[in-house]
């Protein structure tokens, strides 16, 4: 008991270190407006929330940085669809009758939460405050429901909810059963009322209806991907984990399609000696950690399903380290044979280690034909790829062949669901009947759509195999899906880039965000050291070369203390910054080394660019340029705010 | 009537060219996949528009220049704002009221249209098809409804709907009486039903409501502009018009905060010497047309209202024209007293002339006080600012204060009109009140939302002049709002920039889009010209290169003839062609003159950076590289696709 209350009072203190840290990250973006509650003055809407001036500049860095990582350098197609989208796509796609969470209502007020929320809430509550009380038993259950928890029908949570006497949270009241609750926003389109339509839950739908143009576009030719950024919307029914957990929300999605029999990628070598924390199903199914792994072995070896599928992790793997993510707080997550949809041949998440835990931010899916299929069907447009033959081919292939008019004596208006039962057969059960029918005459068939089986006479139906030439094969394409949640991806960045230093004139810390050039939402601030008319000149001149090369910046003329000065733009994670101390040459400082060099006038923009840029680092261009004596720092006492 | 019959058929030959041009132009569109019918495979949904892979690379471009030209080079506030929108803040904007069109329903099906757009399709039927056979006084009617159109009540549609006795266009059924429909797509935030919300229509309302929060963010200084460029939405009862009037299209706007009585611009300077078309309201009313005009003199003689006006109004032309709009296209209309807000204090549309007419692409407005007063009311939060004396003025003020107890015996439940007319009351209309009252003990006072004059006795209120000390004033500050359709001004660049070119080889037209390089959608490709190992091996080197230096390229390995994939991107606008015919120089053709120059082969990335970043044009690479002899040009005949 003594031991396990250690533990808990030791993970306790993990809890409350990072919900301090978070305190501080969330408190200077909300001061500095990287973020801002949505409608504040009008008390806000849970789940929504704007980006402030700083915040869109990262955003717009960020996806820059991804059109430049994937869309250009991989030649993607990039496509631009509305959110407005119609009912008829949206049942296709699965998403009207399976894009749902449970809810559950207190009776008496009528506020809503998620079944699923309170349950685990519930069982974390006891097995972290009543962990030294608990019986082993009983532990041991609410771990299982925990891990189980997402696979629970609705009557199997009303019963959890019913045993364990969970009421609402806010009010003690009792709870309605849980039922569905649709997540899309819904709307209507034009003014009949009559076409009912949604908010898009995610831009892939988007790529898929466009497959036939895409694929002509691209030269009838496989492999190609596409790529989609765009708004999405998701109605959470009590949104909560504030920025990471929206209602609306930026994807960045790519659809790369590509012939089922070859998943091969021309690429794959340029990623292969990548070393990177993954943790495969069967490290999760065995209690085990995460591991380094060669992204190359995990493909041969058969961790990770293909190559393609591995290029792509490869790849989200640079992208988000290269943004600033700290790799020993990424890892690459497979998901178990529960999680994963049916038709999926794999799927690996990118999770990123915040305040919050390990939180999804990618999603990387081998989802096999199964989205163009769904649409081929619904709208009647193969959606398919052709490979021609050099020469054609001879092949056997099964025909079978309906007797409408024995089929509709005997079985009347049920004859659609048998014929489709008949075209739905495999190769080896059609033989099957066939050797049934011409030994006994008739068999028995069971149609899955009437729930019954059906006697099948041998007049009802032809079966054989067939030599045909064949001058291509047409198949549907297998789809490789990386989705990014941008905003779940900023916020990360947001926790990975913060820390605290010690100001040596106070005993207050001092914010900073260690921005990489590349999303730093200004690249640059300007400081006329102190208020006279020639440094305000220079300052200006400045300020116009930097504008010419086309870098963000900021000139700040207040009066305020030098130190305070660059307090300011550390805290928005600004990584250069020029003071004017002289009509001929200014300081350079940078951010995180404190460090500073002094250049000419003429020369400023030029060096800010090739550090901002990335040609150069800090390193570089020290040693090119005379250090600066340490004279007007970041030491100065802070004065008035 | 001969003569009328004749400026009718050069009508309809102008007309029949328009719709010419503007048939090549979609067609082209199409087929290369700028545009999208949404949700093709699904027979679409009128009014929505994908951008394929072309068009959504002229899209990201145009807005990549947008934030360079106004967010960057103006240190304006980016922020990005949600399109799901608690329905508090479209009642305080007036979008829930106001945001309507008039409809019609056909009274057998149910079908619904505007009503305008069936009384303007009347009435133009009318003067272009029975020209000669019109009575002049008809005419000038028709005319006259053609004007007003815009002002006219349901009532007024109505009953010129039954006047001409206009029917369903697709039915001949009876209409019903018009009624207003709100362009709004409603939907629910969160699962209890309780809180309507809608898609916004304008992305302006999420920098008003943070009006508090920016002002603070820019140290408490105006002026200062917030921006945002983001998704908009509006429900069209029946879209027309293809490409222009869609039911979701992205939208950048301007929100430009500063001081009511000081409207002047400190880089007014830079744009008052640029001349171009303008079209204010003086020569509309006179019938004359658009005339050239400085940009300084239209400000100085005040037919632009202020400095700042001006100042956008000029930014949005070198906008506009850098991108590739023809100045000659491109005129600044003022809004008629009419078509303006009560509350405007001027109004200039950017109009650019395409097939279908002179198309408002930008709107440049100063609002006034109006939103931000709008929603300091609904929310009760002061959105003003703020500016401190140097030292404290004595100022003289009128101080009303009503007896609410004399008030409220006179007037009981209208007591709160009464005392909010008192306080709307102008300083001069309250002096007035005060010597009429001290004069006669009562006056007659009309109170608008009463409809109708009270007597106001000496004892309900007493006015005076008081004077006062005070520290800083206190307002509203007033908003000058730029608000860019980037949907029209794309399609308006594409006929802008498209021409036909015969083919020497065949009687075929040859379609050219001749984009900027700056908004073209891919800036090079590069050609082996004979399927050779060794010339592919220079593409892939060049092709890499290119990369390095961020240049969307597409390499064309086909085996058609060069003529041919010289033409197919001419067509998406391509700028450069780089044709690899050696294994250590190679040609890159321009794609408007033509010209070829070669260049070596470690050079070619450098030089088309150059050139297609704008720091070269082609005239200045001409002279420094040999021209190259015409042996493999757009001359040879096409072959196959």
Redesign the interface.
């Known amino acids: 008991a003594a031991l396990s209350r250690q533990i808990q009072s030791s993970a306790a203190a993990a809890v409350a270190g990072r919900e301090a840290l978070r305190q501080a990250v969330v408190n200077t973006l909300e001061r500095r407006?990287f973020y801002?509650p949505?409608?504040?003055?009008?008390r806000g809407?849970?789940g929504?929330?704007?980006?402030?001036?700083p915040?869109?500049?990262v955003?717009?860095n960020v996806l820059?940085f991804w059109?430049?990582h994937f869309v250009?350098?991989e030649?993607m197609?990039?496509?631009?669809?509305?959110?407005?989208?119609?009912e008829?796509?949206l049942k296709a796609s699965g998403h009207v009758d399976k894009f749902t969470d449970l809810?559950v209502k207190d009776e008496k007020t009528?506020?809503?939460y998620r079944a699923d929320h309170l349950i685990k809430d519930f069982c974390k509550e006891k097995l972290e405050k009543d962990a030294a009380l608990l019986p082993p038993e009983k532990a041991a259950e609410f771990q299982h429901v925990l891990a189980v928890l997402d696979d629970l029908s609705p009557e199997e949570m009303g019963a959890k909810i019913k045993e364990y006497g969970i009421t609402a949270p806010d009010t003690k009241n009792p709870l309605s059963d849980p039922y569905p609750?649709n997540l899309m926003?819904?709307?209507?389109?034009?003014?009949?009322g009559l076409?009912p339509?949604y908010?898009r839950p995610e831009t892939a739908q988007?790529i898929f209806?466009?497959f036939?143009?895409?694929y002509y576009?691209n030269?009838n030719k496989l492999p190609f991907a596409a790529a989609q950024i765009?708004?999405a919307?998701r109605?959470?029914?009590?949104p909560r984990q504030g920025l990471l957990r929206v209602?609306?929300f930026t994807l960045a999605e790519i659809e790369h399609f590509v012939d089922p029999e070859d998943k091969s990628h021309p690429k794959f070598g340029d990623v292969a000696d990548l070393e990177f924390l993954m943790f495969p199903r069967e490290e999760q199914l065995t209690g085990k950690s995460a591991v380094k792994k060669k992204l190359g072995e995990a493909v041969s070896k058969g961790t990770i399903n293909n190559e393609t599928l591995g290029y792509f992790i490869g790849r989200v793997y640079l992208f988000l380290t290269q943004l600033g993510i700290d790799k020993d707080r990424l890892r690459f997550r497979q998901h178990l044979p529960n999680e994963m949809a049916h038709y999926a041949a794999d799927c690996w998440d990118a999770e990123i280690e915040c305040s919050y835990g390990w939180i999804e931010c990618v999603g990387i899916a081998d989802r096999s034909a199964y989205d163009l299929r769904a649409?081929s069907e619904?709208?009647g447009?193969p959606?398919v790829a052709h490979e021609k033959f050099p020469e054609p081919r001879e092949v056997e292939k099964l025909v079978i062949t309906p007797s409408k008019k024995e089929l509709g004596l005997a079985f009347k208006g049920n004859q659609k669901m048998v014929i489709e039962a008949f075209e739905a057969m495999k190769e080896t059960e059609a033989l099957e009947m066939k050797v049934a029918l011409e030994s006994k005459g008739e068999v028995e068939f069971h149609v899955c759509t009437l729930n019954k089986s059906v006697t099948i006479k041998k007049n009802m139906v032809s079966i054989s195999m067939e030599k045909k030439k064949e001058h291509q094969r047409v198949f549907t394409p297998s789809v490789i899906e990386p989705s990014f949640g941008i905003g779940r991806i900023i916020y990360c960045l947001f926790e990975h880039c913060f820390y605290q230093r010690p100001s040596k004139a106070e005993d207050e810390q001092l914010n900073v965000f260690r921005f990489p050039p590349l999303v730093a939402p200004i690249k640059c601030t300007v400081f006329p050291l102190v208020k006279i008319e020639k440094f305000d000149v220079v300052a200006k001149k400045i300020s116009k070369a930097l504008?010419t090369a086309?870098i963000?910046h900021?000139i700040d003329i207040?009066g305020t203390s030098i130190g305070k000065r660059y307090a300011r733009t550390d805290e928005i994670g600004v990584p250069l910054a020029i003071t004017v101390d002289s009509t001929t040459s200014v300081t350079i400082r940078d951010r995180d080394s404190k460090e500073q060099i002094r250049v000419d006038i003429e020369e400023v923009a030029s060096v800010v660019k090739e550090v901002t840029d990335g040609q150069s680092t800090w390193a570089d261009v020290m040693w090119r340029y005379p250090t600066h004596a340490v004279s007007h720092t970041d030491e100065e006492p802070a004065d008035e705010e």
């Open positions: 407006l801002i949505s409608f504040k003055i009008y809407v849970a929504l929330f704007d980006y402030g001036p915040g869109c500049a955003k717009s820059a059109r430049q250009l350098e030649g197609l990039e496509v631009d669809c509305p959110c407005v989208t119609p008829v796509v809810m009528g506020t809503c609750f926003f819904q709307t209507s389109i034009g003014p009949s076409s339509g908010m988007g209806v466009n036939k143009d895409l576009y030269g765009g708004q919307f109605n959470e029914i009590s209602r609306e649409h619904k709208s447009v959606l504008t086309g963000s900021i207040t």
